[in-house]
DNA sequence: AAATAATTATGTTATTTAACACCGAATATG
DNA sequence: CATATTCGGTGTTAAATAACATAATTATTT
């Protein structure tokens, strides 16, 4: 195998709550055929079309999942941290990938055959209904998603999506500053709005009181309003 | 058990696919935990906020499953044929209903109590399987949709959505009128936009001759032109 | 059958948002 | 170091769509 990094680390601990799932036979199994790879920041995970080879889990890092849309104006479909289970649905679903994914940063995974995880699926219960619970959960996400962001108006897209850029990333040591710098383009195909528009009002957010903004350092000033703007206009 | 139609049926030709999965055991215990229930055009079958209780399938008729949004604007997430599955999603989840599903038309429903399924898909992988293809599918389905609603125009989501009704629905025995009557206002919240413009939009189409439209009976004239408008502008 | 309500249709206006144009600053590249 | 190139910012215009008003038609109820 190319790449086990001199087996300096453990499965258990790098992808501990499907490892904890498993049998020791079934581990060891993981073991021999899973592969970690690096990525650099903006580096392709995957693209839309490849067919789907492993199940990835995220160890560190963030990634971002996309769909490219009309006219070059792509959307952020999912963004993920560690650990986060993904690039197995399409599997399931017997496609090629109709999403991408680059990493946002210096990003390590982890890549387990889609084989090995089907046949897995097949003996072990449990990690049938592990997959069942996060596709559930995924689902039920991406039907609120699209209620959101077509309904929504902009002002309240782009709290809602620095809302959710907080409760997945969280804050940084001063306790306001979000754990995630975006471009205002990333930022834009979050909240499906032109990247103008995601500049626009981000300085009008700023200039209200609501949020600061240091190139993309953004802090939240005032979490309340930012809630209410999100939920009505 | 309240209603059982007097067991003039056999669930393995109401629910094959499932039925199929299960071993004799499993049947048995399906047949003796299901309910029918018939619902008419309109009839609630349930609702958001509702602890699910039931995974359910629909044997005949046409069920929406909506989320209400913005202002009462309401929007169809999914739209079922016989035999398709649902209502389970949010138990896996470990949620109440974040969607509402009511009947289109005189409607019949197969019930089976979530516990005996959860039971079942502990003990029968095939079962898990069908769950995770199914909910895999899906989820591609809603990103899919997320991204044509939000970044598709008028004339296009109209057309797709169409396009998705003649696909789901089929035609009637002329081999152009669709197969499903909806109204102005389900159109509408099915193809994200408002009542006047799906009015307006349906017209614009009828006059361009790529359909007709006989109150609610919408004939399908030019397949070909309906496809490039809901691929492009 | 009359009355009432819901649905469909059409025209007009207002709002929202995208598109475009331009600039300066920061960053990468040869 | 000079120069592209990307990124962030702002103002202006144009396009898309919602909101509103009103009326005709069709269903539903009394």
Redesign the pocket.
């Known amino acids: 195998m190319a790449d086990k990094e001199q087996i300096s680390y453990k499965l258990a601990d790098i992808i501990p709550n499907l490892f904890t799932i498993l049998t020791e036979d079934q581990k060891k199994l993981v073991e021999q055929t899973h592969q970690i790879q690096h990525f650099k920041k903006n580096e392709i995970v995957y693209c839309e079309g490849d067919i789907p080879k492993s199940m990835m889990c995220l160890i560190k890092g963030k990634i971002k999942i996309f769909k490219d849309g009309i006219?070059g104006?792509s959307q952020i479909i999912r963004m993920l941290k560690p650990v986060e289970y993904f690039a197995y649905r399409a599997y399931f679903a017997n496609e090629p990938y109709v999403t991408a994914a680059t990493a946002f940063e210096s990003t390590t995974i982890c890549l387990i055959p889609m084989e090995v995880i089907d046949n897995l699926i097949r003996i072990n219960n449990d990690l049938a209904y592990f997959f069942v619970k996060e596709l559930s959960i995924d689902l039920g996400i991406a039907d609120g998603r699209t209620v959101s962001l077509t309904q929504?108006?902009?002002?309240g897209?782009l709290a809602e999506a620095i809302l959710f850029l907080l409760e997945n990333y969280g804050m940084e040591e001063d306790n306001v500053t979000l754990n995630i710098y975006?471009?205002?383009?990333d930022l834009a195909s979050l909240s499906?709005?032109?990247?103008?528009?995601a500049?626009?009002t981000?300085?009008i957010f700023a200039s209200e009181g609501i949020i600061s903004?240091d190139?993309?350092r953004i802090k939240i000033l005032d979490d309340e309003r930012l809630r209410r703007i999100s939920k009505h206009?």
Chains 1, 2 share one sequence.
């Open positions: 006219g104006r929504k108006h902009i002002r897209r975006l471009s205002r383009e499906n709005m032109t990247t103008s528009n500049i626009r981000l300085s903004v190139g993309r206009g």
